[in-house]
């Protein structure tokens, strides 16, 4: 564990390697990255900088653009609640309620024992199965009070 | 003989217990010793239905919807391989009246084939489009895209093939194909189903505007929020180049062409194609003024092609079966058909591909049947975030470019979102505002200033404070962001806040005590 931070670099350099052929390289790295760590470590950006010919600011300005690239560690799961119209009319405003209620984080929070991640989300294409949300990577559609406690106890296994 | 079960793995479908389901049908067909095989199709589109499985039987499909898992083992003892009668017997999924009202030109295999079959692609129509580009000139299927009328299908409605010539007719070493699949508009969901139900459709499409513009790479930006379509899109264009489609010789022609599949990093401005150019070069996502024209200098500065994933796959019918066919359907200069999205609190939600010119209403209380929670409709959003709520008064209005331009509203991807009786539509109004302001990109000051001016604006009145010295400045703030935007983020988000409040007059009004205390 001590050796965390050259261990971070070591796995960023391969690959910012791997893929710094493509055209426009940049997401893609930092799309592996995240990948790889469950997040974009600071210690990372200098690497992809130096390969890509970039400044670290540039860098930096990017992954904080993007919604999708993290700066500190997500929990083991991701749960995203859509917030957007279709979903709205079909009572998202509750169910954001009733799952914050139930993990007792608000949206942008991890549970104290680390198992999730709370997050909005605007659409996910789901608008005819609404209300809609999405676990680590997985659609859940017509999410009811039942269908909600079903996924905060899930999450806590 | 093997019969074969369709159980769809269609995000949608997925979202309903699609795949419960499928494990428990293989758990039937082992038990039962059934020799029966279950294959993965995309979605049909009427998402009430789903998971909606399907047996193909002697006298053609016979669908059973919405199915459960804890459904299996009764469909099967009602003798579900050979199309047995069971309460959620559909009969032939033809014959239901929302697949048989539809014109599937784009949609035409979506939910039928197998998706990453080219056996299935081909045996129902595919390829027939690029094999006639391929043995015509590029100026030819340039012409025969502006003949057929086709219009952009990601919002803003610009002639597809007026955009290609521009890319044909501009000199460079190198050009490329950008396929807009960040799809990030609430209600739309039709460029996700066709990437995971028919991916090959986009391969041929893109291929096409490749061959007639001297374009020898694509890329296809999807939204990250769409795992599952990246998927299928990535398997099926490895699939297209181990069979020769895409590479160094397209079906064996001089002409090279390839794609490569991307993913976006959840940002909804990203859609807007220049923002998207941005980050396809790994920078921040930001709009570019125009000119410059992507058609002349787009990704890495060179002459490209951005289109909507629609716009593309609806390419192959129309080099298939020529420009007067597909130009025949529509009305006025919206020509073709449109992939309508009927979404949120509504019966019957779903995918319905249909000529333009069907009136609102039709679409709305006859098509989606209502809401879902059985009470009367209130309003409709059409064309997502940036699109106008609509009043029942405006039902009458036909889905058509120019009809909703002139009733100050937009068909955008063409989405509908229903809202029943208890929508608050100043509540609408102030998510639109707030929604600027989350995905502004941050450009121009009355985008991303004025968004949040509005959201504290709103909130001011609906606290009942001056309420109509709010209502003056809103508008105010409105007309700054519609004539200071560079582009439809800023500059169309007062579709929804003004519809809100011409067409809701009522739901600005001061409220009781008691409601605004709660
Ligand atoms: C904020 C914003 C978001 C957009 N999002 C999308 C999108 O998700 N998909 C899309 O195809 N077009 C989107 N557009 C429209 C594109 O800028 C562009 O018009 C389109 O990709 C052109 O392709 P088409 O001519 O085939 O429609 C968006 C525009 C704006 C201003
Ligand atoms: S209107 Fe908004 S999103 Fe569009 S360019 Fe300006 S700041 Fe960016
Ligand atoms: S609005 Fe929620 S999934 Fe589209
Ligand atoms: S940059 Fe100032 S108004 Fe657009």
């Not at chain 1, 119209?85 to 309620?97: I, L, N, P, R, T």
Request: proline share 5%.
């Amino acid at each position: 564990m001590q050796h965390a931070g050259t261990d971070v670099a070591e796995r960023a350099t391969v690959i910012v390697h791997d893929l710094m052929e493509l055209e426009g390289p940049l997401l893609p790295i930092l799309h592996s990255i995240q990948h790889e760590f469950g997040y974009v470590p600071s210690e990372t950006l200098p690497v992809i900088a130096e390969a890509l010919n970039l400044s670290n600011a540039e860098v930096h300005g990017v992954v904080t653009f993007y919604h999708d690239y993290r700066s500190h560690p997500a929990g083991r799961h991701v749960l995203k609640i859509c917030q957007a119209e279709a979903c709205q009319s079909m009572g998202s405003d509750h169910v954001a309620a009733k799952i914050k209620q139930l993990l007792g984080i608000g949206f942008h929070e991890t549970t104290r024992d680390g198992a999730v991640t709370l997050e909005p989300v605007y659409c996910l294409g789901l608008c005819a199965c609404a209300p809609a949300a999405m676990l680590d990577g997985e659609p859940i559609g017509r999410l009811n009070d039942e269908a909600l406690e079903e996924i905060s106890a899930a999450v806590r296994l | 003989m093997t019969v074969t079960i369709y159980i769809p793995g269609d995000s949608g479908a997925l979202a309903l217990g699609a795949e419960k389901v499928a494990r428990a049908v293989a758990g039937e067909i082992q038990n039962r010793g059934l020799d029966a095989r279950i294959v993965r199709n995309g979605s049909r589109g009427l998402y009430w239905l789903e998971p909606m499985v399907e047996v193909e039987t002697e006298t053609g499909r016979v669908a059973y919807g919405p199915v459960k898992a804890s459904d299996v083992a009764a469909l099967f003892d009602a003798g579900l391989v050979s199309g047995g009668s069971h309460p959620l017997s559909l009969g032939n999924p033809e014959d239901i009246p929302f697949l048989k009202r539809q014109t599937r030109l784009t949609f035409a295999r979506c939910g039928i084939v197998a998706p990453l079959s080219l056996n299935d692609y081909q045996s129902h129509g595919g390829l027939a489009g690029l094999r006639k580009a391929v043995g015509m000139t590029p100026a030819d299927v340039v012409r025969t895209v502006t003949e057929s009328g086709l219009r952009g299908r990601g919002g803003a409605g610009f002639p597809t093939g007026i955009k290609w010539k521009t890319v044909l007719d501009t000199a460079a070493d190198r050009k490329y194909i950008v396929c807009n699949a960040d799809e990030g508009d609430s209600a739309t969901f039709a460029d996700r189903m066709i990437m995971e139900g028919d991916p090959f459709v986009l391969v041929e499409g893109m291929t096409i505007a490749g061959l007639a513009t001297g374009a020898t790479k694509g890329f296809v930006y999807i939204r990250s929020e769409y795992p599952h379509a990246i998927a299928v899109m990535t398997a099926a264009v490895d699939i297209a180049r181990n069979a020769g489609i895409l590479g160094t010789t397209v079906l064996g022609s001089p002409n090279a062409f390839d794609i490569e599949i991307r993913s976006g990093a959840g940002a909804y401005v990203c859609g807007e194609e220049t923002s998207l150019l941005n980050s396809l070069e790994g920078k921040r996502g930001v709009v570019r003024a125009k000119p410059p024209l992507p058609a002349i200098q787009g990704l890495f500065g060179k002459p490209t092609v951005i289109n909507n994933v629609i716009s593309l796959a609806s390419v192959p019918v129309i080099l298939d079966r020529g420009a007067e066919h597909y130009k025949d359907f529509g009305m006025g200069r919206s020509r073709g058909t449109i992939p309508i999205q009927i979404a949120g609190n509504v019966k019957h939600g779903g995918l319905f591909e249909a000529a333009f010119g069907m009136t609102l209403g039709e679409l709305v209380d006859d098509i989606g049947g209502g809401t879902a929670t059985g009470r009367p409709v209130k309003a409709v959003q059409v064309g997502g975030p940036l699109g106008a709520y609509f009043p029942r008064e405006l039902f009458d209005t036909p889905f058509d470019y120019e009809a909703f331009a002139g009733k100050d509203g937009l068909i955008g991807h063409a989405g509908i979102t229903v809202f029943d009786d208890s929508a608050d539509m100043l509540k609408q109004a102030r998510f639109a505002m707030e929604f600027c302001a989350i995905e502004s990109c941050g450009k121009c000051t009355p985008c991303r200033i004025g968004s949040t001016r509005g959201v504290e604006t709103l909130d001011k009145l609906a606290a009942g404070i001056e309420p109509d010295k709010q209502i003056a400045l809103v508008t105010d703030l409105c007309n700054t962001m519609k004539f200071g935007s560079l582009c439809a983020l800023g500059g169309f988000t007062p579709y929804p806040v003004m519809s809100a409040l011409t067409h809701f007059r009522e739901d600005f009004a001061p409220r009781p005590m008691q409601e605004a205390a709660e």
